[in-house]
């Protein structure tokens, strides 16, 4: 099914419902839940999904697993989506949080079929064994580090979100103590206990998470300049440490990328 809301074909007795979607560039979906599980997958560009837990950031050729009722946001940047909206009881093993999963190609062509299935298909025939292989292949994703966490508190949520919406390389633990009204080391203790991570650890993977969607259209010496990074390598080696890839391989023009949409497009139209 394509470009369908899921509203209209919620009640169907399916426990998988794959949906393809395509977006206008830097559409916003408004925070909203769904009550099915959902596996949102990017055929091109790059999504960012936030909740009152976390950002996530997918990259293309990445996923993300999404529980059922999680209140969300999804900003699309030049995407086109592949989803699966699953019924919870048929995946006990959903994780709790949302994750970002690498998409491999086997995967990614099952997606690519199930998304022409008509609404009722044949769950004895073809179709339903491919729903039930999506489901398997999904199990075994591993999670990928492209987050971070948004503390519970409204203040330090506050200059999170801020933050993540501008980086500034130049921002202090001090200059966010201040705007809390608390000490330095106050402030970064109460941070660590509701994130996990120090300040400076965590706007370091947060201004990293802000380079993927920039990598669409702009260098890794671009990105890095922008970033505030003392020289592209310096960079390189920072997003290497934590995304374990160089951000060359984010790039919306790597001809790999480019050749999978191409065979993407093809086997589309051939279907249609």
């Given at each position: 099914?394509?470009?369908?809301?899921?509203?209209?074909?919620?009640?169907?007795?399916?426990?998988?419902?794959?949906?393809?979607?395509?977006?206008?560039?830097?559409?916003?979906?408004?925070?909203?839940?769904?009550?099915?599980?959902?596996?949102?997958?990017?055929?091109?560009?790059?999504?960012?999904?936030?909740?009152?837990?976390?950002?996530?950031t997918v990259p293309p050729e990445r996923a993300v697993l999404i529980p059922a009722a999680t209140r969300h946001r999804v900003r699309m940047l030049g995407v086109s989506t592949r989803s699966l909206y699953i019924e919870p009881g048929a995946v006990p093993w959903w994780p709790g949080t949302c994750t970002v999963v690498e998409v491999p190609p086997l995967l990614r062509e099952l997606l690519l079929v199930a998304v022409d299935f008509p609404l009722d298909y044949n769950l004895a025939g073809r179709e339903g064994s491919i729903a039930e292989l999506l489901l398997y292949e999904i199990a075994e994703r591993a999670p990928l580090p492209f987050h971070v966490a948004i503390p519970a508190s409204a203040d330090l949520a506050g200059l999170c979100r801020a933050y993540l919406a501008a980086p500034d390389a130049g921002v202090t633990n001090a200059a966010w103590a201040a705007r809390t009204a608390m000490s330095e080391r106050a402030f970064t203790r109460r941070f660590r206990a509701e994130t996990g991570d120090s300040p400076a650890v965590w706007r370091s993977r947060a201004r990293l998470l802000a380079a993927v969607p920039l990598l669409r259209t702009a260098s890794v010496s671009e990105v890095a300049v922008r970033l505030g990074y003392a020289s592209p390598a310096a960079f390189t080696a920072a997003f290497t440490r934590v995304f374990g890839l160089p951000p060359s391989r984010f790039g919306e023009n790597r001809q790999g990328h480019r050749s999978d949409l191409r065979n993407a497009d093809v086997r589309e139209k051939c279907a249609g």
């Open positions: 099914m394509k470009n369908v809301s899921l509203a209209d074909v919620d009640h169907v007795d399916r426990a998988v419902l794959p949906i393809g979607t395509d977006y206008p560039p830097g559409q916003v979906l408004d925070w909203h839940r769904h009550r099915r599980a959902q596996f949102l997958y990017g055929a091109t560009g790059v999504m960012v999904v936030d909740t009152a837990e976390g950002t996530w």
